[in-house]
């Protein structure tokens, strides 16, 4: 009723009349049907039913010396777009992390310059917390989600509530089960785990497995993995998987059958 109200009390009180006094308002009621059904009709579904435009995330490319990584990968984009989102990748912004501009176009996003990036964006995704030249770029009133370090730049922080921007800190994501998708902090340290074994053992001049050979035996290395949180569990796994004899220490006693294990 609140909705078609004129069409909808004409309808109403057609309906209500006796067959005698139908033709007396037969006439009228045609009219108000045609001219008020329509216009409010027109009206309810540019209003109410109005399909919303996909909410648009802005991918920029990382900045920061040394930082390969892209805050979304081809694999996630096309999830995204499926899910109604609409995607601006810049230009490049996955060439060093392996991902062109291509597998982005493929996944449904759209790859443009600097310029057109933020326009029209409401969500932003980055790796490393923005500048002060990428704050000032951000548009009023979006969202960003990032490594923010607030609790070492507070500044930065600053920056962002005076450009009217919600920020959410991936390390400040509680580390519960349900938040366990979005536990950034455990996936980046499993990859340090991993790399800094290769790293160590590109440094050492000899082996890490043992080696029998017609010249001799050579022993293994002997590798001692300090901490043994998400980082150093993966580290003490990789390195036995390259053969050394593995060490493991924390001062918490309750990781113990973790390291055994």
Request: charged share 20%; net charge positive; hydrophobic share 45%.
């Amino acid at each position: 009723r609140e909705l078609f109200h004129p069409s909808l009390r004409a309808i109403t009180s057609a309906i209500t009349l006796t067959r005698a006094e139908w033709p007396r308002v037969k006439g009228s009621f045609a009219s108000i049907a045609r001219d008020s059904a329509v216009s409010t009709t027109r009206a309810w579904f540019k209003s109410v039913l109005r399909i919303p435009s996909p909410v648009r995330v802005a991918v920029p490319k990382e900045i920061a010396p040394g930082e390969r990584r892209v805050a979304l990968v081809t694999e996630i984009v096309e999830k995204l777009v499926a899910g109604g989102f609409d995607l601006a990748v810049e230009q490049s912004a996955g060439e060093a992390a392996t991902f062109s501009d291509s597998e982005y176009r493929e996944a449904g996003a759209q790859v443009v310059g600097l310029g057109e990036l933020f326009t029209g964006a409401e969500g932003v995704v980055k790796v490393q917390k923005p500048s002060a030249e990428e704050v000032e770029r951000l548009p009023e009133g979006s969202i960003l989600i990032a490594f923010l370090q607030p609790l070492a730049d507070p500044d930065g922080i600053q920056r962002l509530a005076r450009r009217g921007v919600t920020g959410f800190a991936l390390e400040s994501i509680p580390r519960i089960t349900r938040a366990q998708p979005m536990d950034a902090l455990s996936s980046q340290a499993t990859v340090s785990g991993y790399k800094a074994v290769l790293l160590g053992a590109e440094r050492l001049p000899r082996f890490f497995p043992m080696l029998m050979t017609a010249a001799g035996t050579v022993p293994p290395a002997k590798v001692l993995v300090l901490g043994a949180g998400v980082a150093g569990l993966q580290a003490i796994a990789t390195a036995r998987r390259l053969g050394a004899v593995v060490s493991g220490y924390d001062v918490r006693p309750v990781v113990r059958e973790q390291v055994e294990s």
